[in-house]
């Protein structure tokens, strides 16, 4: 009997498969060590397989294609459904199996090798940035534990930092002081470090025409296009600009029923990064607005006047997605949005 779909269960050293024939009857159901999957999978004629988009499926995804098999890569949150009651890896790897046969599943793009190392940049340089605000905080509450206040800013714990490793140090025991500077070293250290991830970031982006394109649109700058073009790659995959909009968590939560519409705050489900990123730009594109009105295109200046400046910029972030969408599926220059 001949395997049409198999669920694969990924794991770190044993994976479990479930494999089917044509009309759902069960051939196997079994672990198998790393070493000896893709030998495995060898053996197998050309199938469907279905896997969880988790940490790993995008290698395994580009190994099993390679051999010849139509790998479709599928959110866990949509394949939760199908779990039968009781959870183990076998159960698992036969939801798998029967989530990716539906024919309304949604399925995720499996990433290049050159994507995930340009989105590798992205993530060392998201954790420094947090540990950095960790330092920040934690420098100002030593301070602030012996009567010294620094402004708000970034800007002024690093200046803070600079002039206690250059011997400037605040009245305070030695001891609290030895930390402080040991902390303020640590903090130049992660500055440096972010500004070099920056440059390679930025590096990719003019070297990528879509990424140049995209920093064409005001609120977007290196950092964002560089994102975007390394995790959406073909924005194919979405049908519409709303499709990626509601995929980036821009899009209001509908809870409606009984003919009445209920619209409530946005999702905030799928890539956070990316979200994060847009709202910031577009909070950064209104700043200038409300300095600038003179500059700015009459649906910005119309939506900042009209709402609260939050809902204002987290608008602004939904119709750059879509204005994303466009640009990158119709290679189109940006176009500022009609009154």
Request: glycine share 8%; charged share 25%; aromatic share 6%.
């Amino acid at each position: 009997m001949t395997v049409k779909t198999v669920g694969l269960d990924l794991a770190k050293d044993v994976f479990q498969v479930h494999g089917i024939s044509e009309n759902g009857r069960v051939i196997f159901n079994k672990a198998i060590k790393r070493a000896k999957l893709l030998a495995f999978f060898e053996t197998l004629p050309p199938c469907t397989v279905g896997m969880e988009a988790c940490g790993s499926s995008h290698h395994w995804g580009r190994q099993l294609r390679q051999l010849g098999h139509d790998v479709k890569l599928m959110p866990a949150g949509y394949v939760k459904p199908y779990v039968k009651r009781g959870k183990n890896d076998a159960v698992d790897a036969e939801a798998i199996c029967e989530a990716v046969r539906r024919p309304t599943m949604r399925f995720v793009d499996i990433k290049t090798e050159d994507q995930q190392a340009i989105l590798a940049i992205h993530r060392t340089r998201d954790l420094a940035v947090r540990q950095r605000t960790q330092l920040a905080n934690m420098i100002r509450s030593l301070l602030r534990e012996f009567g010294h206040i620094l402004p708000i800013g970034i800007e002024a714990v690093t200046a803070f930092a600079k002039r206690h490793l250059s011997g400037d140090h605040p009245d305070m025991p030695e001891i609290a002081n030895g930390m402080l500077g040991i902390q303020c070293y640590q903090f130049i250290g992660l500055n440096e470090r972010i500004d070099g991830y920056s440059k390679m970031i930025e590096q990719h982006a003019l070297l990528n025409a879509d990424a140049r394109r995209l920093m064409r649109m005001p609120g977007i700058g290196p950092i964002t296009a560089s994102a975007i073009v390394a995790t959406i790659g073909d924005a194919h995959q979405f049908r519409t600009g709303r499709d990626l909009a509601a995929w980036l968590g821009l899009t209001p939560l509908n809870k409606s029923s009984g003919g009445k519409e209920r619209l409530g705050k946005i999702t905030k489900q799928g890539d956070r990064y990316i979200r994060k990123l847009l709202v910031v730009g577009m909070t950064s594109r209104a700043v200038m607005a409300k300095r600038s009105p003179e500059k700015v295109d009459l649906w910005t200046a119309k939506i900042i006047a009209d709402k609260p400046f939050r809902l204002a910029t987290v608008a602004m972030a939904n119709k750059a997605a879509r204005a994303v969408w466009a640009m990158l599926t119709k290679k189109q220059e940006y176009r500022q949005p009609a009154f």
